[in-house]
């Protein structure tokens, strides 16, 4: 939600509505409570899958796991999204990982956008590509499964009079634009040959319009010490308590952030070197103090510590954060644990203290990308999101909704 909130900044300055529908409202207000945004709940799938598959290997398989198993629920869906669309009247769609709002737009007289990481857009091939190197499949299994889920989808779009697809890629591959909010080499689908690549921005630019704002950081109390100063933003897992009971009795400089950790237990097992926060840091001052980070895989925390040169243990908890851990493992800059192994992240861990190569390569990856700005990747998106509004075949009021 935080790469948003400077996108519905400068739409509502220049005079746009701007209208979110997204599946968590209590996270969604956190990030927007001072802004004149209209929230509205997603419809989504609340029970979990039957059959549910916990090892997917391409994009059709989160798609089934998303409600895409059985038609009355795949349709119903749909329904819910085109009365949104039905109430709202928007003049553009701008599409954040929601393909069945996306189908359920198809055919509407409306501008029609993607943004996210590579994950959320995946490339308009046939079959699917393997999402996961670790889970081959191979090309004939992964067009048989991915027919099948065509022809159900069909079977709803055609009930609704709707464009139907030949393939699933072709849902993204029909957008007007697709804007990718990372980098080619971060890119979850490394083989992408097409793509307007913006950047990535996530807490280093909480406060956008003030190219300046680091500077009005509040001055912080930083731990000190001669060894490697480390930054860890993660949340609950079995590795966490060994981890950073680790780092306390190495006497490294720490500081932590922790998303859902019991703090009150933790502090009862570190030392002074390590300090607690609950809360957020401003990420501007976290990459000027730092020298590891251990993050979960989070694609807008990884990319700004990465943009700073800072090396990175990933703990990945889900599939998304698995497959940019690959990528950023495969670039030399980065190691990863298991969640589940304490001894395997405090031996990354030390692998990564004692390895210079992996901090002189993501200096390297921040050398290649110092032009890179922000606030300058943040004024092309909302270009782009305004020529699409004043393009709409619709367009006969300052309106938008985005997802």
């Known amino acids: 939600m935080g790469r948003f909130r400077p996108i519905a900044e400068r739409l509502l300055d220049a005079g746009h509505r701007v209208i979110m ?74 599409f954040d990982h929601s393909p069945t709002a996306m189908l359920a737009a198809r055919g509407r007289q409306a501008f029609q ?125 079995k590795a966490v308590t060994d981890l950073l009971r680790w780092i306390s009795g190495q006497g490294l400089p720490a500081v932590v952030v922790g998303d859902g950790l019991n703090m009150k237990h933790l502090a009862s097992v570190v030392a002074p070197n390590v300090q607690l926060h609950q809360g957020t840091l401003p990420m501007e001052s976290v990459r000027g103090w730092c020298d ?31 497959l940019l851990t690959h990528r950023t493992v495969k670039m030399g800059v980065a190691l990863d644990a298991s969640p589940e192994q304490p001894r395997q992240a405090i031996q990354q861990l030390g692998t990564l203290l004692n390895n210079r190569e992996f901090g002189e390569r993501a200096q390297a990856f921040a050398k290649k990308l110092r032009w890179f700005n922000p606030v300058d990747a943040i004024d092309a998106c909302v270009e782009q999101i305004i020529k699409g509004i004043e393009s709409s075949p619709n367009s006969q009021s300052k309106s938008m909704v985005q997802f």
């Open 292 to 322: 590891i980070a251990i993050l979960n895989g989070s694609h807008g925390t990884t990319c700004d510590l990465l943009l700073a040169g800072k090396p990175i243990l990933q703990i990945p908890l889900t599939f998304e954060q698995a």
């Open 21 to 94: 529908i997204v599946k968590d409202l209590k996270r969604a207000a956190v990030f927007l409570t001072d802004l004149d945004v209209r929230l509205f709940q997603a419809p989504v799938k609340i029970s979990r899958a039957v059959p549910y598959n916990p090892t997917p290997s391409t994009f059709a398989h989160l798609l089934a796991n998303m409600g895409y198993q059985e038609s009355r629920e795949l349709k119903a869906m749909l329904s819910a999204w085109r009365n949104l669309f039905d109430l709202l009247q928007p003049d553009l769609l701008l």
């Open 113 to 237: 956008m993607t943004i996210g990481t590579g994950f959320c857009c995946p490339v308009d091939e046939f079959p699917l590509p393997p999402m996961a190197p670790w889970r081959p499949m191979e090309a004939a299994d992964r067009q048989h499964h991915e027919l099948i889920l065509v022809d159900r989808i069909n079977s709803v779009l055609l009930s609704e009079k709707q464009p139907e697809i030949e393939r699933i890629g072709q849902i993204y591959g029909d957008m007007d634009v697709n804007l990718l909010t990372t980098f080619a080499e971060l890119d979850h689908y490394p083989q992408r040959t097409t793509g307007h690549y913006l950047g990535a921005w996530a807490g280093s630019t909480q406060q956008a319009k003030n190219k300046d704002a680091a500077a009005a950081d509040p001055a912080l109390d930083w731990p000190q010490g001669k060894k490697p100063k480390v930054f860890v933003y993660l949340k609950p897992a």
